[in-house]
């Protein structure tokens, strides 16, 4: 019932008596945990023939050198795809805009897949919003005698059509 040395007296074949010793060695079965930590993206995972959709626990009996039961339990471990949302406001005279080595030349929405801290997928998205430039016209007439005219700190001396670049609510161009 387990290992050892043991003797035995036997009769040869002649009628005399033999003694025959036995070394009994006994190999051990081997028991062991695996710890396997894989990234969402790579379910499912396939591991001594089973398959695994989640994380969770599978065992597998297998032989060792010695041709005995080896017992190995798996333990995985998924860790999840990362996603993050940003939303950013741009005034139009911004664009083009880069954003993660990506252009985008209007409002809309980008998405880029970057690596996480435990080398696992990580989905960024990218909400653009872009404040456009105003423009408007203001026609105003005035007597020769108010001259020199003030308009959006420019002194006017002569009729004609003038510009200003201002900052509206937003501040973008105006």
């Keep these: 019932t387990a290992a050892g040395t043991y003797t035995g007296t036997l009769q040869n074949i002649n009628g005399c008596d033999s003694t025959a010793t036995l070394q009994l060695i006994v190999n ?4 062991t945990t695996e710890n ?14 089973q398959v695994f959709n989640a994380a969770g626990t599978g065992t597998a009996t297998l032989q060792n050198l010695n041709g005995c039961d080896s017992v190995v339990t798996l333990q995985l471990s998924v860790n999840p795809i990362v996603t993050g949302t940003e939303t950013i406001t741009i005034c139009e005279g911004q664009l083009p805009y880069t954003w993660n080595g990506q252009t985008l030349n209007a409002a809309g929405n980008a998405t ?6 435990v080398g696992c997928d990580s989905i960024a998205t990218l909400h653009l919003i872009v404040n456009p430039n105003v423009t408007g016209t203001e026609t105003i007439t005035i007597c020769e005698g108010a001259l020199p005219y003030s308009w959006n700190t420019q002194s006017l001396t002569a009729a004609g059509t003038y510009t200003a670049t201002l900052q509206n609510i937003n501040g973008c161009d105006s």
């Excluded at 051990?28 to 028991?31: S, Y």
């Excluded at 993206?41 to 023939?49: S, V």
């Design 28 to 31: 051990a079965n081997v028991v």
């Design 36 to 49: 396997i930590t894989i990234c969402e993206a790579q379910l499912p995972f396939t591991w001594n023939g």
């Design 112 to 117: 880029i897949t970057l690596q996480n801290v």
